[in-house]
């Protein structure tokens, strides 16, 4: 989906829908960085201050992060976004990885999300998956107040789980997920985060014949807990317990 934000005109239903263009600038502002995009930086304060959506305090919160944003060379700012959104489960911007991880069940739930854009008439970018974060909040951008609200409450669990991991890494990003939790009408309040395995070890193969998993089955050679548990025999007249 488009992620430059809009220019609506004054009559357009677009710019009659509050919420709307605050939720496709914090869409932009989570998309990777890239020199078409950054552009247009310097028009976000101004839009998310004429839709009067988020309070003061968060503006400004945005606004400061915008300009330090403008201020990042573009090669560390892409740099540091890949290392952010790309290197772990934690803070991925994809939300059913947070949901189902690698099992199946993702696939099935991104078709019908994608099914569920299809229905809206949006289509994605070459590439972008249907639960891309930026992708999900140009959907909610198209539905009435009340129905982006209630979609936005519905994913409220997964954007604190990021903000609470974006916060642990002093991310300036993390004032876009709390805005987007504001607008969900939830406290942005971080949750504790699950410790994730080194992204080496989560790839490593166990040595052969060592043990099924290397965080399952103990080594060859190592003691292994047996667990003795004790089958009731056929109930029978008169026998004991």
Sequence with gaps: MQQTPPRPTPGSSAAQRPGA?????????????????????SEFTALLAADEVLSRSRRSEIDAFVQ???????????????????????????????????????????????ETYAKAGLMLNEGELPDYLPAVLEFASTQPTRGAKDFLGEIAHL????????????????????????MA????????????????????????FDGCSTAGQARLGQPQPIHIVRKTPPSAQGANP
């Excluded at 994730?196 to 989560?202: G, L, V």
Aim: proline letters at 5%; glycine letters at 6%.
């Design 21 to 41: 263009i605050t939720l496709r600038v914090l869409s932009a502002l989570l998309t990777y960085p890239e020199d078409q995009l950054r552009a247009h930086y």
């Design 68 to 114: 330090q944003l403008q201020r990042t060379d573009a090669l560390d700012a892409e740099s540091a976004y890949v290392e952010l959104f790309d290197r772990g489960r934690a803070t991925s911007l994809h939300l059913f990885e947070h949901v189902h991880g690698d099992s199946r069940d993702r696939g099935q739930a991104m078709i019908d999300l994608g």
């Design 159 to 182: 954007l604190n789980a990021m903000l609470a991991a974006l916060r642990e890494r002093q991310s300036g990003y993390a004032c876009v997920i709390a805005a987007l939790l504001d």
């Design 185 to 208: 009408g939830h406290k942005a309040q971080p949750v504790p985060i699950a410790i994730e395995p080194d992204m080496d070890d989560s790839w490593a193969e166990p040595p052969a």
